[in-house]
């Protein structure tokens, strides 16, 4: 006997405004709805039975009536929720308004309920009781080792909604370990390799709702960072998608009339250096082959930085990454060993920001403050050294301490941790624990003078002109200049520009943007033609051999790098080693006087190549004016936020407390053997 067909409805809880991350301030300025689709949901359909079919609701694109909302509830066999900490008041509110009183059961996974379990098991706070009655499953770590027990359990105990406390899916090993243990961070019966798996349910969403999209390569960290939770329910080390799934994910992207930016959501993008390496070298196939429609940009552990993955950053630069985010979280050594942030002691982490700068890559970072070591003067060291290195995207968080991690634990062992009712933002909340070299009061506003310090306009279009100072923008550039994008620029102008108070400002960030890419655009010309004059001309390449003194060899060995990505960029019916090995023979040909006319010949020709792909770049509206606008628009979200943060800081009231618990009901067990989907 079959078993009966089933209707889910996937919802996606609404971001608050007061997060940096959401970007709702700037989503009309620059035509969409939401900046990122809900990717967790999207794969955990994928992985449900076929008898399972969906729709999805997400209420950072739409927002309907309560009355619309309830209906569509109601109609459903099952709720499946994916959130991370930051979305409870918008569940909470779902569940005490719409869904209240409803048959309808409710299944909540994601980074959420993986790390705040015990929260919403006894509750203590009301809003933790409305989610303690109001759900009847959780879903510890990756939802795809559940669906099995998830199916089951839907048809079964859990097909109709109640109040009693829910049913807990998670590992033995997991239950039975201590709050803050690291111990089953490697155990692979645990932490399962990904296996191939099917790309998520884009069928689900209209993309034009969405600034960016996403796709996971891998998941899981090897760094054992003392406030971190992602590791504690995604592992201590990197698994990654197969070759074949992360071409699968990328080429059904496109097939759905997509170009743009692409968030490689990774955990850790270089946590597994063997596996990315094979992973990029997919992506830049899949670019070259496809005259590059998307541009990447991931998050990644400092040591991207190191000798031991320079290797990397060339290859993230040929895939067509854009930006990367890095935890930098506190320039203070000290305060980095405090938080067992090991990666970030072994680089000079200037030097490693200037690198990546270099390789045309914009740095985004995060920055934590409240470390044991960190005084009222360390908000103006973070400042200052975001400014220093040209971070523009400063994310700047107080530091929160995250449930089942090793800092939370410490602080509860040593009487100095403080419940909140949301504890989940870092941007807006009381301080949660007692700091020792400041006081609360000194910690909060040393963190919103920070904030003052690098989002107000003039603060961040400065930074954003030193970057664009030291960014040197790759012809590897993804994506297509779109009609949205015109609309953002004139919204921008508007808005920013004539309206802003910070005008001057502004426009200069623009000017600079707009006269770096006249002079390189006048430079590539200039040595476009001048190797087009010296190709034409039977005498200027010499029939033998080159000099071997530095000042003739090393222009040569730096045009074969340039002749080397043009060869990648325009030739993409050409393996990347056979390009690789033709540049490597090349110079070494050059250094040992042995480079034929024909060689340099082909040299030159190539290097051409590359000046002209390099003056489309900077044609109008070139690389770095573009840069300035969207690192202008992102500014006037960033500047809102920090607003309204500051503005709120004499406002907030005290905590509550609710002395409501529920006993869990856990169901605990090994993975059954299903593929596990991204978080």
Known sequence: MTDPAM?????????????????????????????????????????????????????????????????????????????????????????????????TPWVLGGPYPSSYRNHILEARTPSDTILCRGLDVLAWGEGGQWVPEIDRLLRAERRRHSDACPVLLVPQAIAAQEPGSRRALNDRTIFRELGRTPPPRWDLIDIRDYRAMMVQTTVGCRFRCDFCDIIQFNGGFTRPKTLESVREELDTLLSLGYTGGVFTVDDNFVGNPDAIESILHVMIDFQRAHDYPFSFYTQASLDLGSPKLAHLLPLMKTAGFSEVFLGIENPDP???????????????IGETVAAIQQAG??????????????????????????????????????????????????????????????????????VQFV?????????????????????????????????????????????????????????????????????????????????????????????????????????????????????????????????????LRSQPERAFTDVDAWAAGLKRKIEQRAASAADLRTLY??????????????????????????????????????SDIVRASNAEPAPRRHDARCSPTAATGANDGARPSVP
Request: glycine share 6%.
């Open 361 to 430: 890559i914009e740095v985004m970072a995060g920055f934590i403050f409240g470390s044991d070591e960190d005084t009222i003067e360390t908000a103006d060291a973070i400042a200052r050294f975001a400014t220093n290195v040209a971070i523009p995207t400063a994310m700047a968080g107080m530091l929160t301490p995250i449930p089942h991690t090793p800092l939370a634990e410490r602080l509860r062992a040593e009487g100095r941790l403080r419940e909140a009712e949301f504890s989940g933002n870092n941007t807006d909340d009381e």
């Open 7 to 103: 209707r889910g409805l996937l919802l996606y809880p609404e971001f608050p405004a007061s997060s940096f991350w959401s970007y709702r301030h700037i989503m009309p300025m620059v035509g969409a709805k939401a900046a990122f689709p809900p990717l967790g949901l999207l794969t955990f359909a994928a992985l449900m039975p076929p008898d399972w079919s969906f729709e999805l609701l997400d209420l950072n694109v739409e927002r309907p009536s309560d009355e619309t909302l309830r209906a569509r509830i109601a109609a459903a066999d099952a709720v499946f929720v994916s959130a991370m900490s930051v979305q409870k008041p918008s569940l909470a509110a779902v569940l005490s308004g719409p869904a209240r009183g409803l048959d």
């Open 605 to 642: 020709r190539w290097s051409r190549e590359y000046f002209l792909r390099q003056r489309q770049l900077h044609r109008f509206p070139g690389a770095y004016l573009v840069k300035a606008f969207n690192l202008a628009i992102k500014g006037l979200h960033y500047d809102i936020v920090m």
């Open 334 to 348: 000290a305060a980095l060993a405090r938080m067992n942030k090991k990666q970030n002691l072994k680089v000079e």
């Open 435 to 567: 700091p020792r070299r400041m006081s609360a009061e000194e910690m909060r506003q040393g963190y919103y003078h920070m904030l003052e310090r690098l989002f107000t306009p003039g603060a961040m279009y400065r930074r954003s002109g030193a970057l664009i100072d030291r960014l040197e923008p790759h012809i590897f550039h993804g994506g297509r200049t779109r009609s949205a994008d015109v609309r953002a620029a004139l919204r921008s102008l508007w808005r920013q520009g004539i309206a802003g108070e910070a005008r001057r400002e502004y426009f200069r960030l623009l000017w600079q943007g707009m006269s770096r890419d006249l002079s390189r655009f006048r430079e590539a010309r200039r040595a476009a033609a001048r190797l087009q004059r010296t190709l034409r001309s039977p005498d200027a390449v010499p029939r033998a051999t080159v000099s071997t003194t530095p000042a003739d060899t090393d222009p040569l060995l730096k045009l074969v790098d340039r002749a080397r990505d043009a060869v």
